[in-house]
């Protein structure tokens, strides 16, 4: 172990002063009072209790290449034979097989815009760039019609690159509308205040299901006859408008934590109320409330799955379709354990680069 002195200069430990340190460290967060003792002592035994049978079902005794699912019940374990037969419908719905590559590059490219955009390598018009050619090659590439490709309706599209595209682009669109709201939120004029309380509560005051419920069924009633908008489009912005809601009163908050003398000082250098909001305020309210925007992202992403109640092929409901298939009955606990995993994943780099990029600003 190395440490520094008052000179800054390192200094290697004994090995006996780096145990004594761990177990000091050890002690003082396991066993730092009875209670935490107890705790620590309960979570070992039911660590121990539980880590070897899970382990045994998982693994020793799993099924990964069962020619069926009789096979499977027969090894005893978890059968991943099962997700190996059935991970194209799980990830891709019922699109076309033949044309599934299609959706999985379109995953791959909203993947690598969010990471590329993550890295802030790109700035201002670049990322719009970046985002319009996204997204216009993930319509080539999921409804196709052109360029050779076969035309899938919307339809049958499903599984992880829909839930990607619902969440991925339910937020790229609710975060500048929240901030708009914030904003309208905080403006003198009454009208625009009221406006923007009104929308505000309203969306908050109900839960994301109603909403999607109310675009799938109770719109269309009041369309015009003859005019539809699809259902897909329906959901999405219901998706966005209800993120929109949450996301403005997040960005309310950090707008009030700004102390009144960075709006005095923007004003006395003479600046408009856009030039303070773009280059002096924003900025720091956007610093101080990333942990709950990211929260409130991670939320979006797995509240997607409501889109079932619509009848929208999302991760899980392509799940239950694989597990419909009367030669695979009975594997439920694998399929959701597998798009358990695949939600973990996203929801897990999203939080770790939340708290990758406050580090950073705080330097």
């Not at 390598?121 to 996204?134: D, M, N, S």
């Not at 969306?203 to 909403?211: A, D, E, H, W």
């Not at 856009?274 to 992202?297: C, D, E, Y």
Request: charged share 15%; proline share 5%; with cysteine.
């Amino acid at each position: 172990m190395i440490t520094t002195t008052q000179t800054d200069r390192p200094v290697l430990l004994a090995p006996s002063r780096v145990r004594a340190k761990l177990v000091t460290r050890l002690r003082q967060s396991l066993f730092q009072s009875p209670a935490s003792a107890v705790l620590t002592i309960l979570t070992i035994w039911l660590l121990l209790m539980l880590a070897p049978p899970l382990l045994q079902w998982l693994l020793v005794k799993a099924s990964f290449q069962a020619p069926d699912a009789q096979a499977c019940r027969e090894a005893g374990g978890a059968c991943w034979a099962f997700i190996r037969e059935k991970y194209r419908l799980i990830l891709f719905g019922t699109y076309p097989h033949a044309e599934q590559w299609r959706p999985l590059l379109a995953t791959v490219l909203l993947v690598a815009s969010i990471v590329w955009t993550a890295t802030r390598r790109l700035a201002g018009l670049q990322i719009v760039g970046l985002w319009v050619f996204t997204i216009l090659a993930v319509a080539t590439l999921m409804w196709g019609g052109f360029l050779g490709l076969a035309f899938v309706e919307n339809t049958r599209w499903g599984g992880l690159p829909l839930t990607l595209i619902l969440s991925t682009f339910g937020i790229a669109f609710a975060f500048p509308i929240g901030i708009l709201l914030a904003l309208g939120r905080r403006s003198r004029m009454p009208a625009i205040k009221a406006m923007c309380v009104a929308y505000i509560e309203l969306i908050r005051g109900v839960p994301l299901i109603s909403l999607l419920f109310m675009s799938s069924v109770m719109l269309p009633l009041f369309l015009p006859e003859g005019f539809s908008i699809d259902k897909l489009l329906r959901a999405q912005l219901a998706i966005i408008f209800f993120a929109a809601a949450y996301v403005a009163e997040i960005v309310r908050g950090g707008l009030q934590a700004i102390p009144k003398g960075q709006y005095e000082g923007a004003e006395s250098i003479g600046l408009s109320y856009w030039q303070q909001t773009r280059k002096i305020v924003l900025p720091q309210a956007l610093k101080v409330v990333i942990p709950p925007l990211v929260s409130t992202f991670i939320a979006l992403f797995k509240d997607t799955s409501l889109v079932v109640i619509i009848g929208i092929f999302d991760l899980t409901q392509a799940a239950k379709a694989a597990l419909a298939d009367p030669a695979w009955t009975g594997f439920g606990v694998e399929a959701y354990l597998f798009i358990g995993l695949i939600y973990f994943v996203f929801c897990y780099s999203i939080s770790r680069y939340s708290r990758s990029l406050e580090l950073d600003l705080k330097r």
